[in-house]
């Protein structure tokens, strides 16, 4: 089969078309004939060095995708086969087939199509475990998301506000802010006019937010801390501007607050299950009834996968982008 590899780190030149056996499912596993295919930042970081597959992973890129079961492996039940299934890959989704554990994947609701599925696992499992598992968000609190209009944040802002929470969000383009408020957010805003910190004490009126979920990193941490009231959250997803921070400890002393984060590939498959089975429970049911549905840009085929990461890295996207192969 031909599926997409990074032929060395670097640009998003470096992707290119080779040659993989089709895979054949071990224990646990499944062979998916992959209808489409997830693009996530991962996977740019994958490409340009600064994260590896894990040991004995495919180096074919790809960490979520949607397909349909075409071959079980041992102790996989044979009634799987024809089945539509959206699966969290340690690697591999951007490839015509590939493997998938069983229980880090997720049944397809009748009411996606193919495109909408693959667009969803990679999300769903970063936001459950960091916004409600590590973030204990909760019914009536506050939440800051930042670059709502990505991928993970307009996950975020349905899943949050399906919870009953109150959500704000930050992005970088003022003509998103209405379709991000549609989404579910209570207030919107953008960073390029407006500063948050001030607007979210004008929201809270002074009291702070419970949770903020960050992708930026760099300075935004410190300023996040000062939008946090008594006792709140913050979790880090990313460091779009950096990984170093400077964190006043007094701040946090002061106000009781909590730092966390987290990345989804180091999970152990254990971690992964138990996610897919809370999914299963609280969240897949909200998608089946159109609650949360992915906010998608765009699909490309297979082979344009290097105009992907190109569209992804320009931060034009708006809501997220899959390879169809």
């Not at 989704?93 to 199509?113: I, K, T």
């Not at 475990?129 to 993970?152: A, P, S």
């Not at 089975?277 to 609650?291: E, I, N, Y």
Request: contains cysteine.
């Amino acid at each position: 089969m031909q599926a997409i590899i990074a032929r060395e780190p670097g640009d998003a030149t470096v992707l290119t078309l080779a040659t993989r056996p089709v895979p054949a499912p071990g224990p646990g596993e499944v062979l998916l004939r992959v209808r489409a295919g997830g693009i996530n930042r991962p996977d740019i970081m994958q490409r340009q060095g600064l994260a590896k597959p894990a040991p004995g992973a495919t180096d074919v890129l790809g960490l979520e995708a949607c397909g349909e079961v075409v071959a079980c492996g041992p102790g996989v039940p044979a009634s799987l086969r024809g089945q539509r299934l959206m699966s969290l890959l340690a690697g591999g989704g951007y490839a015509p087939w590939c493997l998938a554990r069983v229980d880090h994947s997720l049944p397809v609701p009748e009411n996606l199509d193919d495109t909408e599925a693959a667009a969803l696992p990679e999300g769903l499992f970063t936001v459950w475990h960091n916004l409600f598992e590590l973030g204990r968000l909760r019914m009536g609190e506050t939440v800051l998301i930042h670059g709502g209009g990505g991928g993970i944040g307009t996950l975020a802002i349905q899943m949050a506000h399906a919870a009953g929470a109150r959500v704000i969000v930050t992005d970088g383009e003022r003509d998103r802010l209405p379709a991000l408020r549609a989404l579910g957010a209570s207030e919107a805003i953008c960073f390029h006019d407006t500063d948050f910190v001030e607007a979210c004490a004008a929201y809270t009126r002074g009291k702070g937010v419970n949770v903020v979920l960050d992708i930026v990193g760099g300075d935004y941490v410190r300023r996040n801390l000062q939008v946090l009231g008594f006792g709140g959250r913050h979790v880090s997803l990313s460091f779009l501007q950096g990984s170093a921070v400077n964190v006043e400890l007094l701040t946090l002393m002061q106000k009781q607050l909590s730092l966390h984060s987290s990345t989804m590939r180091p999970q152990t498959d254990a971690e992964k299950a138990r996610m897919a089975a809370a999914l299963s429970r609280h969240v897949l049911p909200l998608v089946t009834d159109g609650r949360i549905r992915p906010k998608m840009h765009r699909s490309l085929p297979l082979a344009q996968a290097v105009q992907a990461h190109q569209l992804l890295e320009s931060g034009k996207v708006f809501g997220k982008l899959v390879l169809v192969p």
